[in-house]
């Protein structure tokens, strides 16, 4: 009896690919929207997902123009374009041709075309349909319902029994119901901080001493209040602290340690200060439990680098992306006081155009002068943007400022794109103060441009190119390699050894060693418009009489010729 062989449907065709060419010469005012669409897109997500929605978009278009011969524009698009557009890539075979295209794919395209017709509409795009033709419904149908993580129902009955009860978090509310007076301390302490503190300083002062009355309610039941805290919780918390995990399960870094304790040094230090009652009776965080803090270099471009980065900056065609990064790179400003930089931020004071940075980081605003590239740049932006709704020179769709992901992803496309790895915001403004302070500004007119408070801020600069060091080091060096190269066969006074070796030049000598060769060594004499005559036959006989005493065959020759010619005179 032979075997029952069935074999597999023949796969389709795999449809040729769209191009935006073809599409913008079959239906352009569609293909102009998508495009701009995706161009807007860019300035707030990541270049992968602004790929993905271009080979979905790509895809769709490329689908209508091919089924329906009179719809060519993004308003004519209809749920019957859309419902065939997901039959069609139902019926696709993925390249392999092994099996069909994944259910999660389809849904997953059909869902970036949602978010298309319902942002074009929100954004106020001309060529937008009357309806929206992806509804929620048509966007994820027959998904599977998820519950308990995100896991589909499938996964989940893989697993069968009651799930476990998850543990109780390290939340305030918890922390209050299990030790009400330590966490009333340490809640009043916060309230306290935000008066006079930043909400980054007081999230941080937060999330540290959050984090410790945790670890005080399950090691230690009995310790309910701060005043009953002593040197023994602090010597368990270290412990703790060194053996805690983080996200990529490595250890904790020690600047993670040092800033948890010292923030828990400072909450005792201010409660004893403030004589508040639920205070402990002295500070049980000691100077030597905070790990020592390192003092690396800032991160910089060095300058091959940086003329990269700045030479495929100068070819950004989004108008937003250049500026945006032309501040950061040429002003040294932070992420936080580019977002705030108001509209109207640029003025002139008699020739020169300045530029007002708002308050930032260290609560003081400062003003920098406006290189000319970016008043031109600003000029060009505000035009082609119109008037600003938020009064800021910045913002994003919904006329918010912008974040700092959105700054970052700018950076970092054009570091990719200049082929310099990843480059952070802040690196720009190491680059510019290294930059500057290589080429001869004074250090506290780069704490002026910067907007430092302290000597000390700048003075770091200095540590990554200290040209005295430098210049010192190489003068050591230079002499201890002409000593070494003069005496191979033991101690040899260096002076007149290196008189010995002098070359005889028009205006002084050369004290270059022996060994080393000379690409510039009679460069004038060789040169077809160098002139002398019997003036300077002295100078050229002496010269010769140098090039035989050194054996020196390249110059002895040439100052022959040239006392020969002399000598003869005129013929």
């Avoid at 950061?328 to 580019?338: F, S």
């Avoid at 006074?493 to 690409?519: F, I, M, V």
């Avoid at 065959?553 to 040439?558: I, Q, S, V, W, Y």
Wanted: proline share 7%; net charge positive; hydrophobic share 40%.
């Amino acid at each position: 009896m032979s075997a029952l062989v069935v074999s597999k449907p023949a796969a389709p065709a795999k449809p040729v690919p769209a191009r935006w060419a073809g599409i913008d010469a079959a239906a352009p005012v569609m293909a102009a929207t998508m495009l701009a669409y995706l161009g807007r897109l860019s300035a707030e997500l990541s270049a992968a997902s602004v790929a993905a929605a271009e080979v979905t978009l790509r895809q769709f278009a490329g689908h209508v123009i091919a089924t329906d011969p009179t719809c060519r524009s993004v308003a004519a698009t209809g749920a019957e374009h859309v419902a065939a557009y997901r039959a069609e890539l139902g019926q696709r075979w993925a390249s392999s041709g092994e099996r069909r295209v994944l259910s999660t794919t389809v849904d997953y395209r059909v869902a970036t075309l949602h978010r298309f017709f319902g942002q074009i509409a929100a954004w106020g795009f001309a060529d937008t349909p009357a309806v929206t033709p992806v509804g929620a419904g048509l966007a994820r149908p027959g998904r599977p319902r998820r519950r308990g993580g995100g896991r589909p129902a499938k996964a989940l009955a893989k697993k069968p029994g009651p799930r476990p009860e998850r543990p109780a978090q390290a939340t305030w509310a918890e922390i209050s119901r299990r030790a009400p007076r330590l966490a009333s301390t340490m809640t009043g302490y916060l309230d306290q901080l935000a008066i006079s503190h930043r909400p980054a300083s007081v999230r941080g002062a937060s999330q540290a001493l959050r984090l410790f009355a945790w670890h005080l309610i399950v090691s230690g039941p009995a310790c309910t209040a701060v005043a009953d805290i002593d040197r023994r919780h602090i010597e368990g918390y270290k412990v703790a602290l060194a053996a805690q995990k983080g996200p990529q399960g490595k250890p904790l870094s020690a600047q993670t340690v040092r800033n948890r304790l010292g923030q828990l040094r400072s909450f005792f230090e201010r409660l004893i200060d403030w004589d508040d009652p639920d205070k402990p009776r002295r500070v049980p965080v000691f100077a030597g439990d905070l790990p020592k803090a390192d003092d690396p270099l800032p991160k910089f471009l060095d300058d091959p680098s940086a003329a990269k980065f700045m030479a495929a900056l100068a070819t950004e065609p989004d108008r937003r992306r250049r500026l945006m990064v032309e501040l950061l790179a040429r002003t040294g400003m932070r992420v936080g006081e580019l977002a705030a930089l108001r509209d109207d931020a640029t003025y002139r004071v008699g020739a020169t155009y300045w530029l007002r940075v708002p308050v930032g980081k260290l609560h003081n605003d400062r003003n920098v002068p406006l290189h000319p590239l970016l008043l031109g740049l600003i000029t060009d932006y505000r035009t082609w943007r119109g008037p600003s709704s938020s009064g800021l020179l910045f913002e994003r769709s919904d006329h918010q400022p912008l974040d700092r992901y959105v700054v970052a992803r700018a950076v970092e496309r054009t570091a990719r794109r200049a082929g310099v790895g990843h480059v952070h915001p802040h690196q720009l403004r190491h680059t510019l103060a290294t930059q500057c302070l290589n080429r001869g500004m004074s250090l506290e007119a780069i704490a002026a441009l910067l907007g430092h408070r302290t000597p000390r801020m700048t003075l770091v600069y200095a540590r990554i190119s200290d040209t005295n060091v430098a210049e010192q080091y190489f003068r050591a060096t230079d002499a201890v390699e002409t000593k070494s190269a003069s005496a191979p066969g033991g101690h040899v006074d260096a002076k007149p050894q290196a008189r010995a070796h002098q070359r005889l030049l028009g205006n002084g000598h050369c004290t270059r060693p022996l060994e080393l060769d000379c690409r510039f060594q009679t460069i004038c004499e060789g040169c077809g418009f160098f002139d002398t005559n019997i003036e300077f036959i002295d100078i050229l006989r002496r010269q010769r009489d140098d090039a035989v005493g050194h054996s020196d065959a390249k110059r002895t020759r040439l100052y022959n010729e040239l006392v020969e010619v002399i000598a003869s005179g005129p013929s």
